[in-house]
């Protein structure tokens, strides 16, 4: 049975960097598959954030353009996803995607927090 096992999530600071990995079953980890990264955030739907198509072409999401990069390795059949400059609304569970032969697959899900800098609020008498 075809899986996706995902790793590389957690706590970061606003302007930090993360990497994601994502490793997938050989059987469905080929070139003619689409695959890429979603996200989803508290209250919100999940999103798309990068992709190859099914041609090998790179997509983002304009929010992340710049600063995130999908990359693969066909040798250990893993997909990453280099995140630099990370903000707070980059904050959310990040899952890893195949489509193959009319099949989609997911995986499990990484969370990825990115805290705040923090604001002071003074409450005087």
């Known amino acids: 049975q075809a899986q996706l096992v995902e790793s590389g999530g957690g706590l970061v600071q606003p302007g930090g960097s993360l990497t994601l990995s994502c490793v997938v079953s050989?059987?469905?980890?080929?070139?003619?598959?689409?695959m890429g990264w979603y996200r989803q955030a508290p209250g919100k739907e999940r999103e798309p954030v990068a992709s190859f198509t099914t041609g090998g072409s790179r997509t983002y999401v304009e929010s992340v353009k710049g600063r995130f990069t999908v990359s693969r390795d066909t040798t250990q059949n893993t997909l990453y996803l280099q995140m630099n400059s990370l903000k707070p609304e980059d904050t959310g569970v990040y899952y890893c995607?195949?489509?193959?032969?009319?099949?989609?697959?997911w995986g499990q899900g990484t969370q990825v927090t990115v805290w705040g800098q923090g604001t002071q609020v003074t409450v005087s008498p």
């Open positions: 050989q059987d469905i980890f080929s070139r003619h598959a689409l």
């Open positions: 995607n195949v489509q193959f032969r009319g099949s989609v697959y």
